[in-house]
């Protein structure tokens, strides 16, 4: 069985919560006691007596209070083909960063559109963000149809603006459904309201679409996490490098270039669980022996020797800022790339991304909250990367503020 | 890969990064499946090398014996370190007041042990076997959750948790919690469990035991610390507990499941959530959890 990681994004008032709470429901994936407790709720927050679905995914007492989704909330649900892991992510725009967030480890994005009031601000900026994550698949979920009188030329219309609009963005792939989240027409089943729709239910699409799993196919890469010397007599000398396959695949045998130190050694042993195995693949967890006696720890990169990787202490980068503190000309950070750390500071920050448009603007120097810039970043030891678009594992990181240890940015490498 | 290959993947992946980024790590053992799991996935991550961590255990002395069996045989037949502190220790030493009422939980009271012993050793990081699909406000929480001195949650100042990457970078005297199986659910863990053949205490399998139904229409276990009153029915009854916690605040399910297999095909005709089968600490009030987290519990 597959596994499926999507996340949703939506404006407060666009039933992004109302749509999961409707899969969770229609899957049969809320318990009766669970039921109850909503039942209940529903009446003490005066909405009326049908539950109030949204009430399923806003799990802290300042999102149920204020009737918004805040942070990031991970759902489950299982069918009989896949097992889906939803990030359900804030809409509003104070909340940006818990979307980037929320969407970083997704395979698809579900961007919620109200029929009423068609392509808005946020729609752009759901989407151009989705975008700059890297999303592979764009679902354009044309919500509350109920509201326009299931009215074909609404859709057709909303969704000839969105193919206009997404012509200035790289999405891979781009999708639409017609749904109501409230009544549940084309969530889960087909609606006899949408007579003219011939495509699948949300739930058809979400149970069949192709995951992307680019990585498979990349230029293979591996990181050690954790060097494993377990310096008992029967094994003395044993030194393995414990990680998972990034991405593409390593043999035994293998030559192999080892970054930053850019030396080369050849694979002599891969394990896995115990087991000696002639091949790894991307995402499996190993324990990789080299035949050469060289400086290898935490951090430090493996890929087939004449290989692409990128390997410098200056690069471009598009960050999003998430730090409730501006950034300081000169502050002291930490860049994290898996497990890969550095002292490292922005140089210059040469552009700011509009995102509401993708364009380029002049930057003012400044780097604020959910904002997006194209920053040239220094760090102190040499990084190991590829370009994002190329590799999302190894042309992503974190940036680290050294004084507080907050997470203060995620970084894609352009 | 297949979706129990690639939780595994994941957990694993965390594991080694706790190995990787603390200098005082510890995985939390209750005796539970959850933390059985830990276990088996802590094996999978770090062997033939020892663990880069011992196990801790937080002993309410409301555990059920068969937990505590399997928990010193686990240690012992894996030549791992096992800590183990007592709530009655913890009690006697703060002078604290011990659980009252009918059925006298000590749920409450087991975290002024478990910041004593992460104190005690100066762990760093304290890795455990919650996962998201337990409860809603454990479905906001961090893979990597940073405390503060007082090990307390703070669902605004989390932060953001992007990619695969863990910032697990703390001050003195400040913890993280880790939870490698966040995004497990019940089923998961029961399938993976039968794909990976990993032995469980009996009272996860139906059996006979002795009990009384309370309020709520729940299988409360009759033991040494349950205040019986002259109402309660003492009756015969086939069941098998879904979690393990004390067994003065578990409530066990009626079952006749003998195996692995037949817990699974239980478990897909469920219509109750785990906690809301089998807790009575969650019924207090809709925060319940998230307000236990805000005062250091995991």
Redesign the interface.
């Known amino acids: 069985m597959e596994l499926l990681r999507f996340f949703t994004a939506g404006n407060v008032d666009d039933g992004k919560s109302t749509l999961i709470g409707r899969l969770l429901y229609d899957s049969k994936s809320i318990s009766t006691d669970i039921l109850e407790t909503l039942t209940k709720q529903s009446k003490s927050t005066g909405v009326d007596a049908n539950i109030d679905l949204a009430l399923l995914t806003d799990g802290l007492r300042a999102e149920r209070e204020q009737g918004i989704t805040i942070d990031v909330a991970y759902k489950y649900f299982t069918t009989d083909k896949r097992k889906f892991i939803i990030a359900d992510t804030p809409g509003h725009v104070q909340y940006t960063r818990n979307m980037f967030t929320g969407a970083s480890n997704t395979d698809l994005a579900i961007v919620l559109v109200d029929a009423r009031h068609g392509i808005t601000e946020q729609t752009r900026r759901h989407s151009i963000i989705s975008n700059i994550v890297g999303i592979p698949h764009v679902l354009v979920c044309i919500n509350k149809m109920d509201l326009v009188n299931y009215d074909e030329e609404v859709y057709n219309k909303i969704k000839e603006d969105y193919t206009h609009f997404a012509e200035s963005l790289n999405l891979k792939k781009v999708s639409f459904i017609p749904t109501s989240a409230l009544t549940g027409d084309n969530v889960v089943k087909h609606s006899d309201n949408l007579p003219w729709y011939q495509g699948p239910s949300l739930f058809e699409f979400l149970e069949t679409v192709e995951i992307e799993q680019d990585f498979k196919t990349q230029e293979s890469r591996f990181q050690v996490q954790y060097v494993i010397r377990p310096q008992t007599e029967q094994l003395h000398d044993y030194r393995g490098y414990a990680g998972s396959i990034l991405s593409g695949s390593f043999k035994k045998g293998d030559k192999i270039a080892v970054h930053p130190v850019d030396l080369t050694t050849t694979i002599e042993k891969i394990e896995k669980f115990g087991q000696e195995v002639e091949e790894a693949h991307a995402g499996e967890p190993v324990i990789i022996h080299v035949s050469d006696n060289i400086d290898i720890s935490r951090g430090t990169t493996f890929v087939p020797v004449n290989d692409s990787l990128q390997t410098e202490k200056t690069f471009e980068a598009i960050v999003c800022w998430m730090d409730n503190k501006s950034f300081q000309p000169g502050q002291k950070l930490l860049l994290q790339q898996n497990s890969f750390r550095s002292k490292a500071v922005i140089k210059e920050i040469d552009n700011k991304i509009n995102i509401y448009n993708f364009r380029s603007e002049p930057s003012d120097g400044s780097l604020h909250l959910n904002d997006f810039c194209k920053v040239t970043i220094k760090t102190a030891e040499t990084l190991s990367f590829d370009e994002y678009t190329n590799n999302r594992k190894t042309g992503s990181f974190i940036l680290i503020n050294e004084n507080t240890n907050n997470t203060v940015a995620a970084g894609v490498i352009a | 890969?297949?979706?129990l290959?690639?939780?595994?993947?994941e957990a694993?992946?965390i594991l080694?990064?706790v190995?990787?980024q603390f200098e005082r790590p510890a995985l939390l053992f209750s005796g539970g499946k959850d933390s059985i799991c830990l276990v088996h996935l802590a094996l999978?991550?770090?062997?033939?090398?020892?663990f880069?961590f011992p196990l801790v255990h937080v002993d309410t002395g409301h555990n059920f014996p068969e937990a505590i069996e399997y928990r010193d045989n686990l240690a012992k037949e894996l030549e791992e370190k096992l800590i183990v502190r007592y709530v009655a220790d913890t009690i006697k030493e703060k002078n604290l007041q011990d659980g009252k009422g009918k059925f006298p939980s000590r749920n409450g009271l087991q975290t002024y042990t478990l910041l004593d012993v992460i104190n005690e050793f100066e762990f760093d990081a304290c890795i455990g076997g919650a996962r998201?699909?337990e409860?809603?406000?454990?479905?906001?929480e961090r893979i990597f959750s940073?405390r503060d001195e007082f090990g307390q949650w703070d669902?605004?100042k989390?932060?953001?948790?992007?990619?695969?990457?863990y910032?697990g970078?703390?001050?003195q005297g400040e913890n993280v919690r880790v939870f490698p199986i966040?995004?497990w659910?019940e089923?998961?863990v029961w399938n993976y469990i039968k794909r990976e053949n990993i032995q469980l205490p009996s009272i996860y399998f139906t059996h006979e035991r002795e009990c009384i139904k309370t309020e709520h229409g729940q299988w409360m276990n009759v033991n040494e610390f349950v205040q019986l009153e002259p109402t309660d029915k003492i009756e015969k009854v086939k069941v098998r507990y879904r979690t393990v916690g004390d067994m003065t605040c578990t409530a066990a399910v009626e079952s006749e499941a003998h195996t692995v297999d037949d817990i699974i095909a239980e478990l897909k005709d469920?219509?109750?959530?785990e906690r809301?089968?089998t807790r009575m600490d969650d019924r207090v009030s809709?925060?319940a959890m998230?307000d236990r987290k805000k005062g250091g519990y995991f």
């Open positions: 890969m297949d979706y290959d690639q939780l595994e993947a694993i992946y080694r990064e190995a990787g999978k991550a770090f062997r033939p090398g020892k880069p998201r699909d409860e809603k406000a454990r479905a906001k940073v669902p605004k989390q932060r953001p948790e992007l990619w695969n990457i910032n970078k703390i001050d966040s995004n659910t089923l998961d469920t219509k109750i959530s809301g089968a809709e925060a998230e």
